[in-house]
């Protein structure tokens, strides 16, 4: 069975690229994420070649996965970072990043963040308040950079179809500015010497599944930017979404490069895909500790939880859970629960899952976004291990060993 060009069954063994998900597992311990970097660089290029007709430059959102090697694969292959903090800025400039190829977004930049940026050269600032120009100013004028690329972020007041708790683009959220805020700001762009209004930026959320969305966002930029000749590029942000469910077959990215490419004419086109790149290129692996069965449930208790994959605690999130030795019966409806002392730790809920026993193994997949970038201490647990496999699929090793807090 193919699940994709990285994760497969080969003889009943669940195989990321050549090797055994489980000898890896038995070597490393669980829980542990496992990255496929040919898969991460695949659908980095499959991005590009589908953006190419916008010639769209391509901003890795490192929040999906700061992990170094993947970001480090990322900028020699030139792809440019979208940053949310001085950390990732940081994160993106030590593995290679080159800083005019930096976008730095966010709602809450804190002052030291954005002199940082500028010092640094990065190459534009998301702005989404007004006050962030008279600190980028401010920060211009001390360092000497004369111009600094700023492009503001319209709130197009668009309801995405995803999970309420991802969307980012609707009236009510506390992400953008309206277009009214943005034609004041652009009155006033003589007030701020150092700044160059060149862009528009709008993301709407995250894992979007309807691409009228996102076409209506960027007409709505249009409409806000065609007054204005110094606009030369149009930020698109991220959320191009991924199958979650082997059954799901997102829209196809062509397709709204088509509907894309008629209307973005002459624009200069960013992009900020974080998920697209990273999430099916990576799995996070657990043991099945304690079976119970209680209640006329069965629940399957292993040593991954929601301090490891927060997603189906926080979004109802669907992973799907694959025992790393295939499972020749079907199994029965169970719940597939985490250590934590939380009734809301569970990662999959009435779910048809292979029989398991206590000591096997499984993957929760398409892990590889928000899954470690999103991991806790909580309960004072151990941040779960790291490993990643090459991109000639030729060796893996551990990238980060586990942070077990010391004994006194
Ligand atoms: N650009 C901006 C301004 C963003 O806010 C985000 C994601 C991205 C780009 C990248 O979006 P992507 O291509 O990955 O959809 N933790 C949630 C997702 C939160 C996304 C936050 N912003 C999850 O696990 O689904």
Same mark, same amino acid.
């Given at each position: ?21 489980? *000898? ?9 994420? !496992? ?18 007709? =916008? ?5 890795? &959102?490192?929040?999906?996965? $700061?992990?170094? @090697? ?34 730095? *977004?966010?709602? $809450? ?13 990065? +190459? ?19 360092? +000497?950079?004369?111009?600094?690329? !700023?492009?503001?972020? %319209? ?30 700001? =652009? ?10 209004? *060149?862009?528009?930026?709008? #993301? ?17 930029? =249009?409409? =806000? ?12 942000? +991220? ?22 490419? &008629?209307? %973005? ?29 209680? @209640? ?21 999130? #669907? ?8 499972? &020749? ?6 719940? %597939?629960?985490?250590? !934590? ?5 569970? %990662? ?9 026993? !206590? ?33 000639? $699929?030729?060796?893996?090793?551990? &990238? ?9």
């Amino acid at each position: 069975m193919v699940l994709n060009s990285s994760f497969r069954y080969v003889g009943g063994a669940l195989q990321v690229d050549d090797f055994a998900l489980e *000898a890896i597992a038995s070597e490393v311990g669980t829980p542990v994420y !496992v990255y496929s970097l040919r898969r991460v660089l695949g659908n980095y290029r499959r991005l590009r070649r589908a953006f190419a007709p =916008l010639s769209a430059q391509l901003h890795y &959102s490192v929040k999906a996965n $700061g992990n170094a @090697a993947i970001v480090e694969a990322l900028a020699k292959q030139g792809s440019g970072f979208d940053c949310v903090s001085g950390g990732e800025i940081r994160q993106a400039l030590a593995a290679g990043g080159a800083a005019r190829q930096i976008v730095f *977004a966010g709602v $809450g930049k804190t002052r030291a963040e954005i002199e940082y940026a500028v010092e640094r050269g990065v +190459g534009w600032l998301n702005v989404e308040n007004a006050l962030e120009l008279e600190y980028i100013q401010a920060a211009a004028e001390r360092t +000497g950079a004369e111009s600094v690329l !700023v492009a503001l972020r %319209l709130n197009p007041e668009v309801t995405a179809k995803t999970h309420p708790k991802i969307a980012t683009g609707h009236g009510g959220a506390k992400f953008g500015m309206t277009a009214a805020v943005i034609h004041a700001l =652009l009155a006033k762009r003589n007030a701020y010497p150092r700044i160059n209004f *060149a862009g528009i930026h709008i #993301h709407i959320g995250s894992q979007l599944g309807d691409s009228q969305a996102t076409i209506r966002a960027v007409e709505k930029a =249009l409409e =806000l930017a065609r007054p204005y000749p110094q606009i030369r590029a149009i930020n698109l942000g +991220g959320g191009l979404p991924v199958a979650y469910q082997f059954a799901e077959s997102p829209p196809p990215v062509d397709e709204l490069v088509q509907a894309l490419s &008629s209307r %973005l004419g002459e624009y200069r086109v960013l992009l900020e895909p974080g998920r697209a790149i990273v999430a099916d290129a990576g799995a996070l692996l657990a043991e099945v500790l304690y079976v119970k069965r209680q @209640a006329g449930q069965v629940f399957y208790i292993v040593d991954a939880g929601m301090t490891d994959l927060l997603r189906p605690a926080l979004y109802d999130a #669907h992973h799907e859970v694959l025992p790393l030795r295939k499972a &020749s019966s079907r199994g029965e409806v169970a719940q %597939l629960v985490g250590p !934590v002392c939380e009734s809301t730790d569970v %990662l999959a809920r009435d779910r048809l899952l292979p029989p398991l026993q !206590v000591g096997d193994k499984i993957a929760l997949m398409t892990a590889g976004a928000y899954g470690m970038a999103m991991a806790s201490n909580y309960n004072a647990r151990p941040l779960p291990a790291e490993v990643l496999v090459d991109a000639a $699929g030729a060796g893996w090793r551990a &990238s980060r060993s586990r942070n077990l807090l010391p004994e006194k």
